[in-house]
């Protein structure tokens, strides 16, 4: 394989030749979860030749980016993300939000917190309930979140530290599996108490929070190499084990700035017959041909920003930004949620917390050497146990059946609002909001994820709290009924573009938001987490009611970067932007596989799901036969 890392001065001469020259059967936009799982699977078949086109560099050699416990440090969440900033939220105070996003070969998962969850079946079901189409149902899924796994099962230290798993829901598959996905070297105490103590509060245990069935407590698996206790990116399963393949090559620190079209176009549709990019080391231009698809998979922001500087998306939007339209498709960049982030903490009396990092250097030195030598310690523990809350948990029955009945009734009117002047999005929508009021009655439709923190997590920067252990509860709005959107402002490919997530647009979102807390605070105080309580530190005894509580969180709530449905999977006559080929409607060569095209949110964390529609883009594409 020809990797053209252009990090290294030497090769860029070498990358632009290969690059200016050559045309591949298929271009893939993007080196990220779903980009690099699609360009592995079908690189397999030595006759086909893809190119990979990635904004950022590989980065998997960083500590920051294998170290289990180095999340977050380094350059993990400068140089290796996007950090997209939101517009000023309306309903939060104004302000303005970062989504983060991988910028590297891996995307997200490079910088991800390795939590390798599944969501509730009837969410994933919804997906073929929109679209009429039963192969977008968990049951015809799951062969796919299977593929794309290599599961090592928890060892007695990890049984014996609460890990569950059914063997049914995984994949063994040595030849085929490729995300490795195991659990940590170290728990903390904390972790079981906080299990226990949701238990009291009536949370079943979770045989396996990937099984479909997450209204539960349990450990979550996660995306690393058990043997090793290394983070297993999507450029750790997909691309470092084929990087000598001929056929197969990765362009990396290259921006796309537009998809080319041919002159004639079949069926009155559009055809693909080049990308064009800019290389970040010179700014200048290059363009790679193709000759069979182009797929793109920039993520949930960056691909319909590639659509709409290729001339597809809104006519009026992309004429404001300064781009010929080619093809009307005004649902693009529309449909955007995210899943939104909070917490509650406690001050601890238990001594071992993640704080000790922070409060003590010489320790943090001791547990970074235990990483190295055995991978044990601090550094080798990972998030976490997971509690995913049914609307059960949250309300109680007279306040669910009237937050129910009030967004019943006011189903059009969000539906509305939320379409941006779209009657076929304003339907799709509709569509959505009735599925997950009907699943909210049947307590299906998971509001909040709950999980513990060992330490302290929260929107107060380390010098301007105390310096004391903490316990968090983080609690994330799982199921937004809010949507959003993302579109260009200019043509300047490296222009970022407005992205509006609309967060607490729904009355639903905000009541459940609050309810998490209230949630969280019962979780600190229940037995046997009350044992090591010490008095809560946020929200604060001073907000107590709801209106007290819903005004803390306008001023602190985050993105849980957990951003879907800009290009949504739905029919043209919802709204849709790809059919269930993951085609772009109007278009008869390019694809879109990535979390945009997630119509409908799901509870869980992202990637698993991501990979599960890599790999099956990658079936589609080769036509049913992998
Ligand atoms: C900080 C953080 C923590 C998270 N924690 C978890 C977790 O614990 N567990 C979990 O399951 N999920 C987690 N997620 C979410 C999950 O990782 C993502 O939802 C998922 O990986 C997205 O996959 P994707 O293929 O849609 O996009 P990505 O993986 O982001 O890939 C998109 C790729 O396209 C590239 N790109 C974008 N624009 C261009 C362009 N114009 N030209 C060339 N390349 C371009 C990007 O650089 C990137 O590599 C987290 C995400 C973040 C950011």
Known sequence: MRSLFLCFASLVVAAVQVASISTYDYVVIGGGTAGITIASRLTEN?????????????????????????????????TLDWSYATIPQANLNGRTLTVNAGKALGGSTIINSMIFSRAEK???????QLNNDNTWTWSALLPFFKKSELFTPPNVFQVANGVNYLPSVHGFNQSEGRVKVGFPNFFFEQSALWRKAAEFLGFAASPDLADGNPHAVGVAPNSIDAANNTRCSAACAYYTPFADRENLVVITNATVSRILWANSSAQGKLVASGVEFILTSSNETQTVGVSKEVVVSAGTIGSPKVLELSGVGNSTILKTAGVTPVLDLPTVGENFADHVHSWANSFTNITLTKDALLLNTAFAAEQKALWFQNRTGLYSALPRSLGIAAPSDVFTPSQLGSLIAQAEANLTHFATEFSNGNPALARGIAAQHSIALALYKENKELPLEMNLEPGYSGPTSFAARPARNYTTINSVLYAPLSRGRTHIVSSNPLTPPAVDPAYWAHPLDVAAQVGGIKLARRMLVAPPLNSIYNGEFEPGADKSTDGEIEDWLRGVVASDNHEVGSCSMMPQALGGVVDTQLRVYGTMNVRVADASIIPFPVSSHLSSTVYMIGERAADIIQGGKA
């Open 46 to 78: 030595k006759d086909v030749t893809v190119a990979v086109i990635e904004a950022g560099f590989n980065a998997e050699g960083l500590p920051e980016v294998f170290i289990p416990g180095f999340i977050g440090m380094g350059i993990a969440f400068t």
């Open 122 to 128: 009837e969410q994933y079901d919804a997906w073929g």
